[in-house]
Each structure stands twice: as C-alpha cells, then as structure tokens.
C-alpha cells in the first residue's frame, strides 16, 4: 500500500478559472484552501479490495472526506459536525475519542452521517436479496438486461455445507460431516458425506443452466428473459454508497452472528475496509453497539432479584426468550438458577 502523501497547501489563493485541463473553479467562488497539510485517508489508492467467498470482493473506491488534516483520521468530520456550534479551537484528539464516545452511547447520530463511504461489491443475488433491504443506501447495480451476465457462480466447498439449525429455522451453523474420507476400515462415505455431494452435484446442474443461458441469448432471446432460468447464486456487482450511520446499522445486523454466514463475510470485510479510516467511531462502535449486550425490563427485574451471584429465569412463558436469557447469562459468567 502506498503511504501517504502530504498535499502541500497553496501559499495563495488558487485562480478563479480554468487552469487545469477541464476543470473550473466556480466564477463567483472564492477558493480557501486547507488550513494544513492534508492526506488522502485512502493513501491515495484508486481502491481498496477485499476478496469474498469464492469470486466475490468488497471494494472501498471512495469515501467522504478523502482528505483529512495531516495526523488525523476521517473521524474529524464527525467531530467537526458535532462542534460545528463551536469550532474545532484547540480541542485534542483526546477529546475528540471522547466526544465521538459521547455520541455513539447517546446514539446521537447525524453527526456520523457527516462520513460515507462508496463500494463496489461483487456478490451472490441471493446475498443481494439480504443487502438491498437496507434502504438507506445509494445502489446501482449491474443490469442483467443490458449486458450478459458473467459465468460466475457460488459454490461453497464441501466442508462448508452447513445443515438446518433445529432450534433457529432461519439459520445453519453445523456442517456436513465430510472426513475421513472412505478408507479400508470404512470403505463406504459415510450418509452425510453423500448428502454433502449431493448438494453439489445439485448446485453443478443449476450452474450447467449458464451454457443453455448463451445459447438461447445466442438465438436471440432477450437478455432481460434469459437470465430467468438462471439460479440466485449467479454473482451481479453494483456500486454501493451509504453514510457511516447507516453503515454502522448495516455492519451490527449482517456483522451478526445470526446474519447468514455468506452476507457476515462482506459486512467484516467492509468493516476492515472501513476501520482504518474511522478508526475512533469503530472502536466507540464495537463498545456501545456490536459487543455490547441489551437487557430488557424482565432480563433486568431478574438481575435485581439474583441472590448470592444465582439467577433466575424471567417473567415469560415464551421459551424462545427464555433461551435467550439463558444464552445472555451464560456469555456473562453468570450462573442460571433454574
Ligand atoms: C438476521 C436477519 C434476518 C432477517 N429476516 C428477514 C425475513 O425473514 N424477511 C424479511 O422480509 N426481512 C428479513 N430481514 C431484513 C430486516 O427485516 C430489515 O429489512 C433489514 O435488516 C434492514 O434493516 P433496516 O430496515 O433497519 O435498515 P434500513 O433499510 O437501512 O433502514 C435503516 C433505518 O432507517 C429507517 N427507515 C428506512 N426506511 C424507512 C421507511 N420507509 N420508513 C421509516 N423508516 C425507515 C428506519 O429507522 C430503519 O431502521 C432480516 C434481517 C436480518 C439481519
């Protein structure tokens, strides 16, 4: 990665007019340049890729502000947003961690929205059925009507293949086991490698649709009723613009652990791209919001009622939430009294 590179500030104030090849400064505009030297936040990099399963990428192209004062992060337009009653003075850094903290556990949270960030991303259709739910983003996407849609398709590899969760209908966590592989001892693959395979062999014939795919596009179907038959794990791509409040949403649900595994693999990869830039909002993040722990009105009676460290179950006949609680109590220490 390249490092950074001061822009040195103009000692005047730059012309008014045309003076590079297609650029113009505002006729009635006057020009104030930086009060310091600034740095590209992205070291001045066209971009910044993130490889993602197994032909995806998140990829940071741009982000607001892409220059920042020499030393500082692009946390300061956060800061600056929220002083802007008084002016960024002779406040230290210091004080700006615990400002952005302030905010963050007040959820006072425009001025985070001072911050975006533009991707380009390249995923599965069925992970950008989940994503394009948080509507808050600027998207474009790819258009399968116009262009033919790239040979590229998901496939996990068969140690990955996870079953149905019995106790989460939406989730899976534990995968097929696929080892050993047969031997003399055991010379038949055991049922659950099989069922494995299976899934494979399935998702190989949905993937062989691609070649039908061109032929009928060949012979003049229309691109836009082509692609019907082709399966969600097809990738599209789109540009994806969102401010830093918003990303921060986006990153606690999809960085969870109940968001589907595939999507949780661009959200930490957009985090990574990300927390370099703002690095005081993520670390405010990740202590008020991502792991930090809410408790409800019944999870807190029972806390209050705990004797001698033991605690009890909450007022509810729902066993769902019930669990819950007991998942919460057990990522506490704390020791269930039921
Ligand atoms: C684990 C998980 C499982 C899910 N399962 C399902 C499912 O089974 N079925 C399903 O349909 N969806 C499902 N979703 C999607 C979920 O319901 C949300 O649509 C998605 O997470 C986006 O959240 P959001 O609305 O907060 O985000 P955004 O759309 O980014 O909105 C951010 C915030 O902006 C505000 N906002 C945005 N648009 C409006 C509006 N029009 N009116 C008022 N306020 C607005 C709201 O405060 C909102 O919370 C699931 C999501 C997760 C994480």
């Not at 293949?161 to 966590?173: A, P, T, Y």
Request: proline share 6%; aromatic share 8%; hydrophobic share 40%.
């Amino acid at each position: 990665m390249a490092t950074d590179v001061a822009h040195t500030n103009p000692t005047t104030t730059p012309p008014l007019a045309a003076d590079v090849a297609g650029t113009a400064f505002p006729a009635r505009a006057k020009a104030i340049a930086f009060e310091s030297p600034t740095r590209d936040v992205m070291h001045n990099a066209a971009r910044w890729e993130i490889k993602c399963l197994d032909h995806g990428f998140v990829a940071l192209v741009d982000a607001m502000p892409r220059l920042v004062p020499q030393g500082q992060t692009a946390d300061q337009a956060i800061v600056q947003a929220a002083r802007v009653s008084y002016g960024q003075g002779t406040k230290q850094i210091s004080e700006d961690r615990g400002l952005i903290r302030y905010l963050l556990r007040h959820r006072h949270t425009t001025p985070l929205e001072m911050v975006e960030f533009k991707f380009h991303i390249a995923m599965p259709i069925f992970i950008a059925r989940q994503w394009i739910r948080h509507r808050t983003a600027n998207v474009n996407e790819y258009s399968a009507r116009y262009s033919i849609l790239p040979d590229r398709f998901y496939t996990p590899t068969l140690d990955a293949i996870r079953k149905q969760s019995k106790s989460n209908r939406q989730g899976g966590e534990e995968t097929f086991s696929v080892s050993p592989a047969p031997n003399a001892q055991s010379p038949a693959p055991s049922s659950e490698s099989l069922t494995a395979q299976d899934f494979l062999a399935y998702l190989d014939r949905a993937e062989a649709l691609y070649q039908d795919y061109l032929k009928l596009t060949d012979a003049g179907v229309s691109r836009e009723m082509a692609r019907m038959g082709l399966p969600v794990s097809v990738y599209t791509e789109w540009y994806w613009k969102c401010d830093l409040h918003n990303i921060l949403r986006f990153l606690s649900l999809r960085m969870d652990s109940h968001a589907q595994l595939e999507i949780r693999e661009f959200a930490t990869a957009m985090h990574d791209l990300i927390a370099p830039i703002v690095p005081m909002t993520m670390e405010a993040w990740r202590d008020y919001d991502f792991e930090s722990m809410h408790l409800s009105k019944l999870e807190i009676a029972a806390m209050k009622s705990a004797k001698a460290g033991v605690v009890g179950p909450i007022a509810t006949q729902n066993k769902r939430e019930q669990a819950e609680w007991e998942a919460k109590l057990a990522s506490l220490g704390l020791v269930k009294g039921w």
